[in-house]
């Protein structure tokens, strides 16, 4: 069984810091990797996609990607509170079915 | 743009009643998809179509039927409600194969079977 693994938080960081979320997958054989956003009661929206090992990087935002250790990160900086919701991590497999891991939920403290 | 429309945005159903979600994508993309999600659980995959004419599988198809009525439409039909299908239901659409292309989301059917 194929895993994308997320911390469920909350995660609560102050305004203004970096704020850092983890996914780990299973499948070494990865080739995609996504990140989503999802404002309670909405729908997920995509942030940033990376398909090759480092940094990527989109204004405040920032995926980074190492495959050798099998995990992908997305940093925010300067933490708004209008950042705070639930961060879905998704990953196209080697069979490239997308594996969605079940989210970080990210509060960010005025 | 529109980008992926779902109707309804909110239905209750009956245990037994049948019901269709609609979905139309106008950014010309081939692949649609149909998720839902439940608390704790994330999205599931219940059905998809990479291309028009196609559908597939996914990890929670029991209890459902799709249609792949052209290139923008793909609808999922509830034959028979039963209370474990009370979810919120997304439809999606990439322009590429689920695992390599992005994928745009709809607003969401709240679904409660009662």
């Known amino acids: 069984q194929k895993e994308v693994e997320q911390n469920s938080g909350p995660l609560s960081v102050p305004e203004g810091a970096i704020a850092s979320l983890n996914c780990t997958y299973s499948?070494?054989?990865?080739?995609?990797f996504f990140w989503y956003r999802q404002y309670s009661g909405k729908s997920p929206e995509l942030i940033m996609f990376?398909?090759s090992n480092g940094d990527k990087e989109d204004g405040r935002f920032t995926a980074q990607l190492n495959k050798a250790s099998q995990y992908v990160s997305l940093l925010i900086r300067d933490s708004q509170p209008s950042d705070s919701a639930t961060y879905l991590c998704?990953?196209?497999?080697?069979?490239?079915?997308?594996?969605w891991g079940a989210g970080t939920k990210l509060i960010i403290k005025p | 743009n529109a980008g992926v429309t779902q109707t309804p945005k909110f239905q209750v159903l009956k245990t037994g009643q049948s019901m269709t979600l609609q979905c139309a994508q106008d950014?010309?993309?081939?692949?649609m998809y149909w998720y839902r999600q439940d608390p704790g659980m994330g999205l599931r995959l219940i059905y998809y179509?990479?291309?028009?004419?196609?559908?597939d599988k996914g990890e929670v198809p029991n209890g459902y039927n799709v249609s792949r009525l052209n290139k923008r439409e793909f609808s999922l039909r509830l034959e028979s409600a039963a209370p474990s299908q009370t979810s919120v239901y997304f439809c999606?659409?990439?322009?590429?194969?689920?695992?390599?292309?992005?994928?745009?989301f709809g607003n969401g059917t709240r679904l409660t079977v009662t």
């Open positions: 950014m010309n993309h081939n692949s």
């Open positions: 998704a990953v196209g497999d080697s069979n490239y079915q997308l594996i």
């Open positions: 990376i398909y």
């Open positions: 179509s990479a291309s028009e004419g196609t559908t």
């Open positions: 499948d070494r054989g990865s080739q995609s």
């Open positions: 999606a659409s990439s322009e590429g194969g689920q695992g390599y292309s992005p994928l745009h």
